[in-house]
């Protein structure tokens, strides 16, 4: 059962355009929604993270934007970049609930000059 | 201030072979997660411990593979007469809180 649902599955994007990453979840008992940045050969990097008491968390050119009655969140790269090229996956997790992190199945970024 | 530490970094067995991927987590953190990542695939979970107990293996399969959290020394996932369908990226992460952050992973190749 994929409880966290990722789209797109690739995308491509100019330099200085805007990349938009969407999750679905479906588990309501997840109260913690972070996203990971992944360079081929490398370990997942934190980006950024939000909780649903807010609907919007900004980091830099990142942005989360929160849904919880539609139970969605999404990631936002502003003025995107070709060093933003990379793997993006969301997860969730049950604070309390020992913390595993669901994944979605990622989306591959290409952002072309 | 070093990161999570993995390794080796690459291993590569034969079928029938065990293999021990071993993973130190950052200073002061006291929980470790083991995920498994298949190629074109996202992360999965497999195993939360903290030290010397394991927390959550609802992600483990059920035979061949084990983890441990040492008092002293580095997590270690085994996994005993491994198979082809074991090859993968194996990660591990450690946390104090919510947030956690990953190791360089161990990709395993299983000939």
């Known amino acids: 059962q994929q409880q966290v649902k990722q789209s797109p599955q690739s995308l491509i994007v100019q330099k200085g355009g805007i990349s938009i990453i969407n999750c679905a979840y479906e588990n309501t008992a997840f109260d913690y929604f972070p996203w990971y940045q992944q360079f081929p050969g490398k370990g997942p990097a934190l980006l950024i993270a939000i909780r649903p008491d807010v609907s919007e968390k900004k980091e830099g050119r990142f942005t989360i934007s929160f849904n919880k009655s539609a139970k969605q969140f999404s990631l936002h790269i502003m003025d995107s970049q070709p060093g933003d090229s990379a793997t993006y996956f969301c997860a969730a997790s049950v604070t309390g609930g020992g913390n595993k992190l669901t994944f979605g199945t990622g989306t591959q970024l290409k952002v072309e000059l | 201030n070093a990161g999570v530490m993995q390794n080796p970094r690459h291993l590569v067995r034969r079928r029938g072979q065990e293999a021990r991927l071993r993973c130190s987590p950052m200073?002061?953190?006291?929980?470790v997660y083991w995920y498994r990542q298949l190629p074109e695939e996202g992360l999965k979970f497999m195993v939360y411990l903290q030290k010397e107990n394991i927390i959550d293996e609802s992600g483990m399969p059920k035979e061949r593979f084990s983890a441990e959290f040492p008092k002293e020394g580095p997590s270690i996932l085994r996994i005993q007469q491994v198979v082809r369908g074991d090859s993968a990226a194996y990660f591990c992460a450690s946390s104090q809180e919510s947030r956690q952050y990953f190791g360089p992973g161990t990709r395993l190749t299983v000939l």
């Open positions: 200073k002061g953190h006291s929980h």
